[in-house]
């Protein structure tokens, strides 16, 4: 089933500032021409850094998959804002748009656990566990994901 929930501007905004902080910026021009996706950066102009809507979460994980093909995982790493240790690989949103101005008792980021399972799917066809172990709107400091080191048996 094709996903179009549009994700907003200010991933892609993350993605693309990350890309050129370690890639450099003709990395990101070829990223977003070899995956179809230069409508989001053209000119130079990079997608505004708010909640607009912006690429469905089928073209996000295209240009992930994009990126793992081009730069390799290798590449790739430095551009998610990941840490690893013995417990797995994490991700953190420190300003999250999907639980802002709510308050759980549990984390409600469903939206980037399904996101980083599909992307992870696109780009090595295993299917890696992932939860949200902190959640701002749980009273986190920062929404943290961990992906699991090794991919659940299928
Ligand atoms: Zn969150």
């Not at 370690?22 to 708010?50: C, E, I």
């Not at 590449?75 to 709510?102: H, Q, R, W």
């Not at 992932?130 to 920062?142: H, K």
Request: proline letters at 8%; glycine letters at 10%.
């Amino acid at each position: 089933m094709p996903n179009e929930q549009q994700v907003p501007s200010l991933v892609i905004r993350q993605v693309c500032d990350s890309i050129i902080d370690n890639l450099g910026a003709k990395s990101l021009r070829l990223l977003f021409a070899q995956s179809g996706l230069q409508r989001f950066y053209t000119g130079g102009d990079l997608p505004p850094a708010d909640d607009t809507p912006s690429a469905t979460v089928d073209e996000l994980s295209h240009l992930f998959a994009t990126a793992f093909r081009i730069f390799g995982d290798k590449g790739v790493k430095p551009i998610l804002p990941t840490y690893d240790n013995a417990e797995g690989f994490f991700v953190e949103i420190s300003s999250c748009p999907y639980c802002a101005g709510n308050q759980a008792d549990h984390g409600v980021c469903y939206f980037p656990l399904g996101f980083y399972g599909e992307a992870l799917r696109w780009a090595t066809g295993a299917t890696y566990p992932i939860d949200e172990v902190e959640c701002i709107a749980a009273g986190g400091q920062v929404c943290r994901f961990r992906i699991g080191r090794a991919p659940e048996p299928s």
